[in-house]
């Protein structure tokens, strides 16, 4: 049962203006080459856009020209490129290596060129190697829509018996291991190789998957690195971009790690509220703020999710919406936007009340751009390859049901 927020209370003169300042409803698009179109997206009632130039490679410089070509494209389909999601940061930066200064020249070189193309906002992850990590991309639900899962076995038996990485059973329990071993037992060599692919597979917008002697190369590169070093280079970081960003008027936002624990022996240090506050001070500005996923926090049980909005919202520039359903050994799979383990009729009324907050203080930053992220495969999304978890249909649904998750909660605010 949700009980009272600790927020001011609401008054009709600020309920009725925030109505007029509803959250930025975004879509991520990957580019040229999505199936899910511009034209498509439109018609979701999304009006702007969360991308990034994934033919780049990571640590290059994004020109002015190949920005402004993108910006151009969006806007020919009457739609606005909201967020960057993301512009990478080089494994270079996240491991202290020797040219991490050159690295990081290079992302202000590219702030700065986002920000002449009028774009203001920037979602980043610090996760080693790795992107979010899932074990099946087409987990069926008892409706029979695909959704994505995290098997907490499958991953200690690709670490254990795959992989084999040396120091893995100190991570694991005898339970741990033993379920391991009995779901590894039970897979054939096509299921291996495909448990595999889906573990290994790389950035966003990409068709990269590391092989197992690549992600060993990676992994020596990270011997050194433990979670408290991997910290001081973040912090190092932004210390290093802030102040550039500042003077362009860009809002960085880091993205929580997904799965918001440590995986195949890599650190992971953005996956609590006390990691996020760690963040927030280790360069206060207004510049350097938060991704706020629901589904990435959410998958652990002890973040307070309408806690953390109500404690460091003033630092949210993004908002990723979506849920998750947990499970007893760490597993989780997506589950619907209003549905899952996450309240998210709380977390709501919580970004409500930060907007109220803004509106209060004066800031221009009332309209956060939300996107819904991840969706499922229903209805005719099963007709198109789209990148796992961003079919049309299914995030289209979602967006629905926040849309007016939203308008009912302001609606019902304003009445009180």
């Known amino acids: 049962m949700i009980g009272p927020i ?13 109505m007029f300042s509803n959250l930025e409803q975004t879509f991520r698009w990957f580019g040229p080459n999505d199936p899910v179109t511009l034209v498509a997206i439109r018609q979701t009632g999304a009006t702007g856009i969360v991308t990034a130039l994934h033919h780049i490679p990571c640590g290059e ?52 060129n986002l920000s002449e193309a009028g774009i203001k906002t920037v979602c980043y992850n610090f996760m080693p190697v790795l ?19 995290y098997h907490a076995p499958a991953v200690a038996a690709f670490d254990l018996f795959i992989l084999e990485r040396e120091g893995a059973y100190n991570d694991f329990s005898q339970r741990q291991q033993q379920l391991a071993k009995e779901y590894f037992d039970s897979l054939d060599d096509g299921d291996k190789l495909k448990l595999t692919n889906t573990i290994m597979a790389g950035l966003p917008g990409t068709d990269e998957v590391f092989t197992i002697a690549e992600f060993k190369e990676h992994l020596k590169k990270y011997k050194d690195t433990d979670a408290r ?20 008027g860009i809002k960085m ?34 510049s350097n703020g938060l991704t706020f996923c629901t589904g990435s926090l959410g998958a652990r049980g002890d973040n307070d999710l309408p806690g953390i909005v109500n404690r460091l919202g003033g630092n949210i520039h993004f908002l990723h919406l979506r849920n998750v359903r947990r499970e007893e050994d760490g597993s989780f799979f997506e589950a619907d936007h209003l549905d899952g383990s996450n309240d998210m009729y709380a977390i709501m009324r919580n970004i409500i009340a930060e907007q109220r907050r803004r509106l209060d203080a004066g800031r221009e930053d009332i ?34 049901e926040l849309r007016g998750l939203e308008m009912g909660i302001k609606m019902s605010l304003n009445r009180d």
């Open 6 to 18: 600790d927020n001011p209370i609401f008054t009709a003169e600020t309920i009725k203006t925030a």
């Open 61 to 112: 410089v994004w020109s002015p020209e190949e920005i402004n070509d993108r910006v151009g494209i969006i806007n020919a389909a009457d739609l606005r490129w909201s967020v960057v999601e993301s512009v990478n940061i080089h494994e270079s930066i996240k491991t202290a290596g020797i040219e991490r200064d050159k690295y990081i020249e290079n992302y202000i070189a590219t702030l700065k």
């Open 131 to 149: 992107d979010w990590t899932r074990t099946n991309l087409d987990f069926r639900l008892p409706n029979n829509a695909s959704a994505l899962r």
């Open 229 to 248: 070093a991997l910290k001081n280079n973040l912090a190092y970081f932004l210390k290093a971009i802030i102040p550039d960003a500042e003077t362009f």
């Open 253 to 286: 936002c880091i993205h929580p790690d997904d799965p918001p624990f440590p995986i195949l022996g890599l650190p992971r240090v953005v996956s609590t509220e006390k990691d996020l506050e760690e963040v927030v001070d280790a360069c206060p500005s207004a």
């Open 367 to 400: 309209a956060i751009p939300m996107r819904p992220d991840h969706g499922h495969k229903i209805l005719d999304d099963f007709r198109y390859n789209t990148y796992p978890g961003y079919s049309v249909t299914g995030r289209m649904k979602g967006l629905a």
